[in-house]
C-alpha cells in the first residue's frame, strides 16, 4: 500500500522490453524518472465491536460455520488443531486482539492489490527463499518421465594415488581442450561412450594394441611416447598463478626496479591495455586510473616508493597488456620474447600484491588489481589453482562488501561504478572456473544486491550532474554489460539444469526464460550497434555466442535421453545454435577487424559445441548443414589434409576417444557407485530382453561385456545382436544413453516414438515453424 508522498508501482512492462531476468537489479522508480503519484487518500479506521466470540479460531478465520463442540465437526474432519478463546478476555487481551485483527485487515488490502498488480504484469520467475526460482506454471504431463543422461555428474572424485604433477589441464585437440569435465559436468565414462559411439561393438572399443582405453586399464606403451603424450602439456597461452604472494609476509626483498621498466615501454604497454584489454574486460574507471598512473611515475621519478596497491594495480594493467599481444608483435615492439616479459610483469604482479597484504586487504584498488590480474590467466585453460584463487577473490570481496551496491553507503558515482565493475568480472570469473574445474558456481543471485553499472561514458561520471541512469545508445559500457548481464542469465540457467533433474521446472519454461532474455538483449543493446565499427561488431558476435551457448547448455544432456527420442526439431535447435556459436567465435579469431580482441576469445566459449556436432554428423552426413559443420571441425580439430574426407569423423573421434582414456587412466578418475549400479541395471535389462515383451526400460541399449553401449553406431552390426545395422538418432559425447531405434542412416525419422515433453503452443511462439522449414537435405 503506497503512503503519501511514496512513487506508486511500475505499470506493466514499464523499465524495459520484455521480461526482464534480473528483477533485484531494478532502479528505483525515481531513477527512472517516473514522477510520484499524488498522495493517497487516508484509509478510515475501521472500528470493531468486541463481542464474545463462540466459534473457533480455524472455523472463523476460514469463514466456516462452527457446532461450538470441542473439537469442532470441521476441524475434526480435516485434522486441525480445534482451538477456542477463553470466554472472557481482560481489558488488555482484548486491545491486543483489536489490533491483531486491525493488522490482518490492513495484511489482506495489500495482498489484494498486489494480486491485482502480478495479473496485469507478463509472467517471470522469482527467487525462493532458497535461492532458485519457482516456476509457477504447471509441470506438462509428458515431461514427468524425462531423464537426463545418468553419466554426467556434477561432483569428481579421484583416488588417492593420482599424479598431482600431472596438469589438470585435460588435453589438446587442435584447437580445442577437453578434460573430465564437459559443459560443466564431470564425465568419468567418456572413453568408454565414445568407443561405442565410434564403432558400436567391443572389438573397435579396444585400442590399437588390443588393449582397452578405460580408466581401470593400464595405459598402452605406445602412447607414453614423448610425441603421444605431448597432448597432455599446456597450452602457449597457460599462465599458472604464483601462490608466492599469499603467503608472503608483505615485506618481500625484490625491489620495483627490478620489474618496472621504462617509461616509454610501460607507456606503450599501457596503450595496448586501452585498446585490447580496456574495452572487454573494462575494470578500471579510465580517468581516474590515468591520474593515478602518473602519480604512480611522479613518484618513481622523485625516488618515492609508490603505496602497495597502486603499485599493485599498474604492474596488473602492464601485465595484462602484454598478455594480449601477439609473440611477433612483442619481439618486434621491444626486441623480447613474449614469454620473459610476461614472466616479468606477473612476478611483478605478484610481488606488487604481496606488498599491498592483499589477503587482507580493506582497499578496493587491491582488490582491483588481484581481480585485474586474474583476467588474463582464467581464459581458455584453467588450472584448479586458478578456481582456488577465485574463491579467494570471492570471499576478500564479500569481507569488503562489494557484494552490497555502493549507494547503500554512500559512495559517489565513480567510486561505485569501480565496485560494480570488480564485482561482476569476479562473477563471470566464478562461472567461467566452475565450468572448467567445477563443481558449482559459489555466488548465488540471491546473496547480494550490487546493481549493473550503468551504461554510460566514464567522462559522464565526473560531470557536475552525473548521470543516474543508463543511456539508450553504444557507450564504452556498453560491451562490458552485455557481457555482464549475459553471465547472470548463465548463472540462472545453471541453477535451472539441476532444477530440471528435480522436477522443479520445465523444459519449455527454461527454453522459454532464454528466448526472452534474448529478446530483451536485442532490444536494449544489440539494435544500437553499427557493425562497421569493429568494437561494436565484436559486442554482437559476443552477444549472440554466449546467449546462442545457453540452448547447448541446457539441451545437451537430453541430446540423448535415456527413456525418450530427441525431436528433430528439437535437434535442429542444438545444430543451429551449435553451428552459429562456432561460426562467430571463428570470426573473431580468424577478422583482421577484431584482432585487438583475439586473445580473449577463449574465455568467452572453448569449442566444446564442436564434439557435439561432430557425433551428429558422424551419424548424418546427409544433414543440410554438413558443409557449414565441417568447414567449422576442420578449422577447431586442425584436422591434417592427408585424411580422406570420408574418414574425418572417424580420425576426429578415435583421437579424441584415445586421448581421453590416457588422460582419465592418469588423472586416478573414479565414477560414482550409483553411475556404476545404474549402468549395470541397465546392462542386466537389456540382456533380459526379447523380442515377446518390451524391455524394462524403454530406450535402453543392449549392450556387451563391457557394460556399456552409448552413442551411434552409424553403419555397424553389432556382432552380439544379429539383424540389420542399428543407429541410435541421439546419441552424443555430450548426453547420455541413446534410445534404441532401428532405422536407416540416411532416415533419421522419430514418427511413432515418444518425444520429449514440450508444450508445443508455447514452443511455436518461441521457436517460429517457418524458421526450421527442413531438417534433412
Known amino acids: 500500500m503506497n503512503t503519501a508522498g511514496q512513487p506508486p508501482p511500475l505499470p506493466a512492462g514499464a523499465g524495459g522490453h520484455g521480461i526482464n531476468p534480473f528483477p533485484e537489479k531494478h532502479a528505483s522508480n525515481g531513477a527512472l524518472g517516473i514522477s510520484p503519484a499524488p498522495p493517497a487518500p ?19 478465520r476460514r469463514k466456516l460455520k462452527c457446532d461450538k463442540s470441542h473439537p469442532c465437526a470441521n476441524c475434526t474432519k480435516n485434522t486441525r488443531d480445534c482451538v477456542f478463546l477463553a470466554p472472557a478476555l481482560d481489558s488488555a487481551s482484548q486491545m491486543r486482539l483489536t489490533e491483531i485483527k486491525e493488522k490482518m485487515g490492513s495484511l489482506e488490502r495489500v495482498l489484494e492489490q498486489d494480486v491485482a498488480r502480478s495479473s496485469t504484469r507478463p509472467q517471470s520467475w522469482k527467487a525462493d527463499p532458497e535461492g532458485e526460482q519457482v516456476d509457477f506454471a ?13 553419466l554426467a555428474t556434477v561432483d569428481a572424485v579421484y583416488d588417492d594415488d593420482a599424479d598431482d604433477d600431472l596438469a589438470d589441464l585435460g588435453f589438446a585437440m587442435g584447437r580445442m581442450r577437453l578434460s573430465d569435465r564437459i559443459g560443466g559436468f564431470f564425465r568419468p565414462k567418456m572413453a568408454e561412450e565414445m568407443s561405442v559411439s565410434l564403432n558400436g561393438d567391443v572389438a573397435d572399443s579396444q585400442s590399437q594394441n588390443g588393449k582397452s582405453l578405460t580408466p581401470e586399464a593400464p595405459i598402452p606403451h605406445y ?37 618496472l621498466p621504462s617509461k616509454i615501454i610501460a607507456n606503450r604497454l599501457l596503450d595496448q591495455y586501452w585498446l585490447a584489454v580496456h574495452p572487454i574486460c573494462r575494470i578500471v574507471h579510465r580517468p581516474s586510473f590515468r591520474r593515478r598512473y602518473d602519480a604512480f611515475w611522479a613518484d618513481v621519478e622523485m625516488g618515492v616508493e609508490p603505496t602497495g596497491s597502486l603499485q599493485a594495480v599498474v604492474f596488473a594493467a602492464l601485465f595484462s597488456g602484454v598478455v594480449s599481444m601477439s609473440d611477433d608483435a612483442v619481439l618486434m615492439a621491444f626486441g623480447t620474447s613474449k614469454k620473459d616479459l610476461v614472466d616479468n610483469f606477473q612476478m611483478g604482479t605478484e610481488t606488487a600484491l604481496g606488498r599491498a597484504n592483499v589477503i587482507r586487504t580493506t582497499k578496493v584498488e587491491t582488490l582491483q588489481a588481484l581481480v585485474m590480474y586474474m583476467i588474463p590467466l582464467c581464459r581458455g585453460e584453467i588450472s584448479r589453482s586458478h578456481s582456488a584463487l577465485v574463491g579467494t577473490a570471492l570471499r576478500i570481496a564479500e569481507c569488503m562488501g562489494l557484494h552490497r551496491d555502493g549507494t547503500e553507503y554512500g559512495f559517489g558515482p565513480v567510486e561505485t561504478h569501480v565496485r560494480r565493475l570488480i564485482w561482476y568480472h569476479i562473477c563471470f570469473l566464478d562461472i567461467r572456473t ?24 566514464d567522462e559522464e561520471l565526473e560531470a557536475l550532474d552525473p548521470p543516474t541512469t543508463s543511456a539508450s545508445r553504444w557507450t564504452d559500457m556498453t560491451l562490458t554489460l552485455i557481457r555482464m548481464e549475459a553471465n547472470e542469465m548463465c548463472r540462472v540457467v545453471w541453477v535451472d539444469r539441476l532444477r530440471l533433474e528435480k522436477k522443479k521446472i520445465s523444459l519449455t519454461a527454461v527454453l522459454g526464460k532464454i528466448e526472452n532474455f534474448r529478446k530483451t538483449m536485442k532490444d536494449k543493446y544489440l539494435r544500437f550497434i553499427n557493425d562497421n565499427i569493429p568494437v561494436q561488431h565484436l559486442g554482437r558476435q559476443i552477444c549472440e555466442i554466449v546467449t546462442l551457448r545457453m540452448h547447448i547448455m541446457v539441451l545437451h544432456r537430453y541430446h540423448n535421453s535415456v527413456a525418450y527420442q530427441i525431436p528433430d526439431r528439437l535437434r535442429q535447435i542444438i545444430i543451429n545454435s551449435g553451428t552459429e556459436i562456432m561460426e562467430r567465435a571463428i570470426s573473431i579469431e580468424t577478422s583482421p577487424a577484431l584482432s585487438p580482441w583475439a586473445w580473449y576469445s577463449s574465455a568467452i566459449q572453448q569449442y566444446h559445441t564442436a564434439l557435439l556436432l561432430m557425433m551428429e554428423i558422424y551419424a548424418f552426413p546427409n544433414r543440410k548443414e554438413v558443409d557449414r559443420i565441417w568447414r567449422c571441425l576442420e578449422y577447431v580439430f586442425e584436422i591434417p589434409a592427408n585424411i ?25 578418475v573414479l565414477a560414482p557407485s550409483r553411475m556404476l549400479e545404474r549402468i549395470g541395471n541397465q546392462s542386466t535389462r537389456s540382456g533380459n530382453t526379447s523380442s515377446a515383451s518390451p524391455p524394462a526400460a ?21 556382432q552380439h545382436t544379429p539383424g540389420p545395422a542399428t543407429l541410435r538418432s541421439d546419441a552424443s559425447p555430450l548426453s547420455g544413453p541413446a534410445p534404441q531405434a532401428t532405422m536407416p542412416v540416411s532416415a533419421p525419422s522419430i514418427q511413432g516414438d515418444k518425444t520429449i515433453d514440450i508444450d508445443w503452443h508455447e514452443w511455436d511462439k518461441l521457436f517460429p515453424p517457418d524458421s526450421n522449414p527442413n531438417y534433412m537435405s
Open 138 to 150: 504447471p509441470e506438462p504431463e509428458d515431461e514427468k518421465n524425462l531423464e537426463p543422461t545418468p
Open 223 to 259: 602412447v607414453t611416447s614423448p610425441q603421444y603424450n605431448k597432448f597432455l602439456a599446456p597450452g602457449p597461452t597457460y599462465i599458472a598463478p604464483s601462490s608466492s604472494f599469499f603467503f608472503s609476509s608483505g615485506q618481500s626483498s625484490a625491489s620495483l626496479i627490478d620489474y
Open 644 to 668: 580422406p574426407k570420408d574418414q574425418r569423423g572417424r580420425w576426429v573421434m578415435t583421437e579424441v576417444r584415445d586421448k581421453m582414456g590416457i588422460y582419465i587412466a592418469s588423472r586416478k
Open 698 to 718: 524403454v530406450g535402453k541399449v543392449q549392450q556387451g561385456n563391457e557394460g556399456i553401449a552409448y552413442g551411434y553406431a552409424p553403419g555397424a552390426t553389432s
Open 42 to 60: 487516508a484509509v478510515p479506521r475501521v472500528r470493531r465491536r468486541n463481542r464474545m466470540i463462540t466459534s473457533c479460531l480455524e472455523c472463523r
Open 434 to 457: 566452475c565450468e572448467a574445474q567445477g563443481p558449482r558456481p559459489h555466488i548465488r543471485s540471491d546473496e547480494f544486491d550490487t546493481q549493473f553499472p550503468l551504461n554510460v561514458d
